[in-house]
């Protein structure tokens, strides 16, 4: 035990800062990445009983400590008191940061056939319980409703940046022989290492839009396809994200989740001799939505006017009937009569939705009380979460630039290969230009031909980083509404929200404040720089901060805060604004001294009149 005699006091606290600096610096260091996993059952931690599967409750846990890849026991990071309840990847040498993860576990553990829409809310209100303190979320679940879930949780989750990805697997993943294994690892990687603000579906390798997916083989490891859609990573030797094709929320909101889920909404199919009575049954109250699955590109019996005039009756009292192919691929349309004639009676075209999405987007649409019928209606059409191909999406050939297509004959490059190497290598060095000189019409052009806003260079950095250092706040907004996010880190591990206090511009702090970004540094750290500025007397740097969420109190490893610094200096400027921001005059640093008692060792009779002013100043409101 420490001495707390004499000098002894003093190291005690000054060793207590530093493994408090410690600490702090292992959890949100610019190494370390948070992941979140929200385990609700299925067969991934099942463990046999009596010849069948089942699960166990607080079993997960102890038996992924044990596991030499889920949790690696020789690393400073266990020495630290704040990682008890987290488990550690052993790094390897491609991963771009240290993943901790902590497992919160349902009660009870479900099968998924089991789950319903009240479990939807649970996880998606966990994530938001959570959302500010880790980097990424992975769901485990069980295969059966897992499509439906994803799908769901797509439309929840409203101006997502950060990635959440569902897996299982057909095997309990501490068998022999699992597929659990890979799964779990592949998306705990993606989750803290790659920035994809959706909700996806990681299995055997790939990792799929959520709501593009559906469980087609329950005798496989390939036991997701998404039919309309290629993944969005592919896991092999290398890790192949298809950053064109991520969906970004493209909105300067911060996340939040719906959980006003309409639950009278159903599936009907179409078959042929299908009754008038059995539709007619299916559409009364309390029914308020339906997913029709027709034939083929859309097509329902147009010689059947019984079935036509049921439907156009419902959709006339209100009833939203959405259109989608019994089809596993394909697009429904207007192409035949047949379709046309469901156009007409009030069906709405759902693209080449699945099932699982056209159902959970009724169901998150109907929820809007706010929203009128006929934007509900508008909106069921609109492409909400890339859940559907729109008329307007086309692919970009990346010979569409002028720019490339010049580099790739210079150089003699004729394969697709090689071309899109040249154009991941300059495109973002293009952007960061543009940002830098706030030429949005040039990222409007690098974008229109085929350009990811959100590439990093080499550095790290995305044209957002550079535009917030600029202090281009139409950039900003420019790149914010085409979905870059707020949370990317450069190779500092620092995000777009440090560059714009190190540059002081606090128009922009505050709209990536109000889009949902946070102190990506710790508390230790930030309280360094502020104390540096403090030292110089720099008011705008300390106020770029403050706006930033970092608050007056926080405390470098000597635990002096900005106050201390700036009354030691006699720097009034920041002294003053500290005051007014709140800052506390009675806390101690390592050496036992506070502010004020700073100011009256060293006979700064300005300071100790305004800190006594300010001190007398909050005790009259607290007492009022």
């Not at 009240?118 to 409703?145: E, P, S």
Request: negative net charge.
């Amino acid at each position: 035990m420490a001495s707390m005699n004499g000098d002894g006091s003093n190291h005690a606290i000054q060793n207590t800062a530093v493994l408090m600096h410690q600490s702090s610096l292992s959890l949100k260091g610019p190494d370390v990445a948070k992941v979140l996993v929200v385990y609700t059952g299925g067969t991934i931690g099942m463990v046999p009983q009596e010849g069948v599967y089942t699960p166990k409750a607080n079993c997960l846990v102890e038996k992924l400590k044990e596991m030499p890849i889920f949790h690696c026991k020789n690393t400073d990071l266990v020495l630290t008191l704040e990682l008890e309840d987290f488990l550690i990847l052993q790094p390897s040498a491609k991963d771009r940061r240290h993943v901790i993860y902590k497992i919160v576990e349902f009660d009870p553990l479900l099968d998924s056939s089991n789950m319903v829409i009240a479990d939807w809310i649970k996880i998606a209100t966990c994530i938001k319980d959570n959302y500010q303190d880790y980097d990424g979320f992975v769901v485990l679940h069980g295969t059966d409703t897992m499509a439906y879930s994803a799908s769901a949780l797509s439309f929840m989750c409203e101006h997502l940046g950060k990635p959440i990805i569902l897996t299982g697997s057909q095997i309990p993943i501490f068998e022999t022989r699992s597929d659990g294994r890979d799964n779990f690892l592949a998306s705990l990687i993606i989750a803290g290492n790659y920035s994809i603000p959706e909700v996806m579906i990681c299995f055997n390798e790939k990792v799929f839009r959520g709501n593009r997916c559906i469980k087609y083989d329950s005798g496989s490891f390939s036991a997701f396809t998404s039919p309309n859609m290629a993944p969005l990573v592919t896991l092999e030797i290398e890790i192949k994200v298809d950053y064109a094709a991520v969906f970004r929320a493209g909105t300067t909101e911060k996340f939040s989740i719906a959980t006003n889920m309409c639950c009278n909404v159903g599936l009907i199919r179409l078959f042929p001799g299908i009754t008038s009575q059995t539709v007619r049954a299916f559409l009364q109250p309390p029914v308020q939505g339906v997913v029709l699955q027709t034939y083929g590109a859309g097509n329902a019996p147009n010689n059947r006017p019984d079935l036509l005039s049921l439907l156009k009756e419902a959709c006339n009292w209100g009833v939203l009937i959405v259109n989608i192919s019994q089809c596993s691929r394909g697009n429904v349309g207007v192409i035949y009569a047949t379709g046309m004639a469901l156009e007409e009676a009030g069906v709405i075209g759902g693209g080449d939705m699945t099932p699982e999405a056209a159902l959970s987007k009724l169901c998150y649409v109907l929820g809007k009380e706010e929203w009128s019928l006929q934007h509900k209606r508008k909106m069921l059409a609109r492409n909400l979460r890339g859940e559907m191909t729109t008329v307007a999406e086309r692919e970009l050939s990346v010979s569409d630039s002028e720019l490339i297509d010049s580099v790739a004959r210079f150089m003699s490059l004729s394969t697709k290969e090689e071309i899109m190497k040249v154009k991941d290598a300059i495109y973002p060095c293009l952007m960061a230009a543009a940002a830098k000189t706030g030429d949005i019409p040039a990222l409007e052009k690098l974008r229109t031909s085929g350009g990811h806003l959100g590439a990093e260079n080499e550095d790290g950095r995305t044209a957002l980083h550079v535009a917030c250092r600029q202090g281009h706040i139409n950039v900003v907004h420019y790149l914010l509404h085409h979905g870059v996010s707020v949370h990317v880190r450069d190779s500092r591990k620092e995000t777009p929200l440090i560059d714009a206090i190190e540059g002081g511009h606090l128009e922009v702090i505050r709209l990536l404040v109000q889009t949902g970004a946070t102190m990506p540094l710790p508390k230790g750290q930030v309280a360094v720089r502020m104390n540096s500025a403090a030292s110089e007397d720099d008011v705008k740097a300390i106020e770029a901060w403050v706006t930033a969420g970092a608050s007056p109190d926080w405390h470098d490893y000597d635990e002096r805060t900005p106050l201390h610094v700036a009354i030691s200096l006699n720097n009034r400027a920041v002294s003053e604004f500290l005051l007014k921001c709140g800052a506390r005059t009675d806390v101690a640093d390592a050496f036992g001294h506070t502010p004020r008692s700073i100011a009256v060792n060293l006979g700064h009779e300005d300071l100790l009149a305004i800190i006594d002013k300010t001190v007398n100043s909050t005790d009259e409101l607290a007492s009022g």
